[in-house]
């Protein structure tokens, strides 16, 4: 049966990126996926990260740079990139900051992406 998420789940984290959830381990206990809209400063970036899922971004807004060891890809609005489980990689936005959707399989925990610095 078709179901309405009224509202995201919040994730809070640092840096000033905004996080909601609407479908994943912390808004819908779903395990298999998880649905975030992302918001980031101009400048943001996180640690290095070897995730076990495979994560989708999709950019509305601004530029998400993806560093990754065979180089660095800019990723511009309406454009999209694709990562795999395994891959290490570094997530960081433009001057302009960025708004996008991560769709990560399976969903993200905070245990199964692997941070450097954690």
Do not use: N
Not at 6 to 14: E, G, Q
Not at 62 to 78: K, M, N
Not at 91 to 104: I, K, L, M, W
Request: net charge negative; proline share 9%.
């Amino acid at each position: 049966m078709p179901r309405i998420i009224s509202s995201p789940t919040r994730i809070p984290v640092p840096g000033g990126k905004v996080i909601d959830e609407h479908v994943g381990r912390a808004s819908t206990g779903d395990e298999a996926v998880s649905v975030a809209h992302m918001v980031a400063p101009p400048g943001w970036t996180e640690p290095f990260q070897r995730p076990d899922f495979d994560e989708v971004t999709v950019v509305l807004r601004g530029t998400v740079v993806v560093e990754h060891d065979g180089g660095t890809l800019s990723v511009a609005a309406g454009q999209s990139v694709v990562t795999r489980a395994g891959e290490r990689i570094r997530y960081s936005t433009g001057p302009e900051g960025a708004d996008y959707v991560a769709v990560c399989l399976p969903a993200f925990t905070p245990d199964t992406v692997h941070r450097e610095d954690a």
